[in-house]
C-alpha cells in the first residue's frame, strides 16, 4: 500500500509517500517539508491565520513535489493519512480538506492521525 501523508498541524507543511510493500529506510519513497518560519519571524511567534494560508499555498506543490521524487503520479496512491490532531485549527483544517478530497477523488482511504502519538 503506497499512503501518501500529510502534516500541517502549526507552522510547517510536511508531505510523504510510505510503501508498505517495501522494507526498511526504502519504505519512505520521497517526503518533503516546507517551513514557515521566516514568515512568523517578524511577529515573534506563529500566526494561525499566516500559518493556514501559507499551508494553502504550499501544499499541493509540496504533494506534486514529493510525489515526481518517488516516482509516482495522484493515480499510484492507495491511501491517504493527515494530521487530525493536535495543533492549529485552521492549519489542520487545511491539511484535512485536501487529503480528504484527494482520498475520495481518487476513491482511496482517508485516515486522520494524531500526529504526536
Known amino acids: 500500500m503506497r499512503v501518501l501523508g500529510i502534516e ?3 507552522d510547517e507543511t510536511g508531505v510523504a509517500v510510505y ?4 522494507a ?3 519504505a519512505l519513497r ?3 517539508v516546507y517551513s514557515q518560519i521566516a514568515l512568523h519571524a517578524e511577529y515573534g511567534g506563529v500566526v494561525p491565520e499566516l500559518a493556514s494560508r501559507d499551508h494553502v499555498r504550499k501544499l499541493l506543490p509540496l504533494i506534486r513535489q514529493t510525489l515526481a521524487e518517488a516516482g ?3 493515480a ?3 491511501g491517504v ?3 487530525a490532531g493536535p495543533g492549529l485549527v485552521g492549519a489542520l483544517l487545511v491539511g484535512a480538506g485536501v487529503a480528504r478530497s484527494l482520498a475520495w ?3 482511496v482511504p482517508a485516515v486522520g492521525v494524531h500526529h504526536m502519538e
Open 24 to 26: 526498511g529506510p526504502d
Open 19 to 22: 510503501d508498505t510493500a517495501l
Open 8 to 10: 500541517s498541524s502549526c
Open 81 to 83: 493519512a493527515y494530521t
Open 30 to 32: 520521497a517526503h518533503a
Open 72 to 74: 509516482m503520479g495522484v
Open 76 to 78: 499510484d496512491i492507495d
Open 105 to 107: 477523488a481518487l476513491e
